[in-house]
């Protein structure tokens, strides 16, 4: 018997039909936020711990006495390893949270269920990135500034000298040789050292700076011009009393020094920006590693919601 017309209910109008049809919208997002936040706070804390315990490790393992504690070879590809591994722990359990904490979806397909498992570890993944960039980018800032200034301390300042000296600056040799801490100032003085001990004059100081303009004009151009070095070999001739041939002799040996001091500066520099370098590679490897990491974890997490749901 054919139930009349009226009683007829449409079962695509049906609220209580739990599936969907072609072309209507779910009623929430397929989005959730909840288990995302979740899944990323737990990601920012456990990287948060385990950078705490990376720094007390890397702390205990150097000295600042040379040829003490770990060597910077080996210091550097510790820690390389650490932020891999840091990244990978935290992405895995964020990852893994979003998906075993996201509420079950019925009367979908699978694809669809791991397409979204997948999306909820990577957005959670992407959310703690951004939380802990925020929260650690005034302590990375910090730690960096201070390992550029203990290496510019190392270097003994001698990129002072190396900036003076390309860039011709007379102005700022002066001011250099007369510092009580600068690197030109230590050779100029280095090179009127006298074997008899007497208080400087004021012309002794102007001669000081001259020469100093010197060194850094010889520094640009790479070598000492030959009227320059006997100039500068009389200067010191008649300072410190010895001959003109032994003032000739320490001129060149002073200048040659003052060459290693500036070449050794160049080659921190160039190992600087060559560990900065690798850093970032380090670090743009350990994110995308984590990116995919979080992803999967989600997705195992999600299988294993639906398991036992």
Not at 67 to 78: E, F, M, N, R, V
Not at 244 to 252: C, L, M, N, P, T
Not at 257 to 266: D, G, H, R, S
Request: charged share 15%; glycine share 10%.
């Amino acid at each position: 018997m054919t139930p009349p017309a009226s009683a007829y209910v449409d079962p695509r109008r049906d609220p209580l039909v739990p599936h969907a049809t072609a072309g209507a919208e779910a009623p929430a997002s397929a989005v959730s936020w909840g288990a995302i936040f979740a899944g990323a706070a737990a990601a920012a804390v456990l990287s948060l711990v385990l950078l705490v315990l990376g720094t007390g490790l890397g702390l205990s393992s150097i000295s600042p006495w040379a040829q003490d504690g770990a060597s910077a070879k080996t210091l550097g590809i510790s820690s390389g390893l650490w932020i891999i591994l840091m990244q990978l722990a935290a992405a895995a359990l964020g990852g893994y949270m979003a998906g075993r904490l996201r509420t079950r979806w019925v009367n979908l397909e699978t694809d669809e269920v791991v397409f979204r498992d997948t999306a909820h570890g990577f957005l959670a993944w992407g959310v703690a990135t951004l939380i802990t960039a925020a929260l650690l980018a005034s302590t990375v800032t910090s730690l960096v500034s201070g390992g550029v200034r203990a290496g510019a301390t190392v270097a003994g300042g001698a990129a002072t000298a190396a900036s003076a000296a390309a860039g011709g600056s007379a102005a700022a040799a002066s001011d250099n040789a007369k510092s009580e801490d600068g690197p030109m100032s230590y050779f100029v003085d280095q090179l009127f050292r006298s074997p008899k001990a007497r208080p400087a004059s004021g012309s002794d100081q102007a001669s000081s700076a001259e020469v100093a303009r010197i060194f850094t004009n010889a520094l640009a151009a790479g070598k000492m011009p030959p009227e320059d070095s006997r100039y500068v070999a009389q200067v010191v001739s008649q300072r410190t009393g010895i001959s003109q041939q032994e003032a000739e002799k320490r001129v060149s040996e002073t200048f040659a020094a003052l060459q290693a001091k500036l070449n050794e500066a160049k080659e921190a520099a160039d190992k600087a920006r060559k560990a900065s370098a690798v850093a970032s590679l380090l670090l743009f490897i350990s994110l995308l590693a984590g990116a995919f990491v979080a992803s999967l974890c989600a997705t195992y997490g999600g299988r294993r919601r639906d398991a036992l749901t």
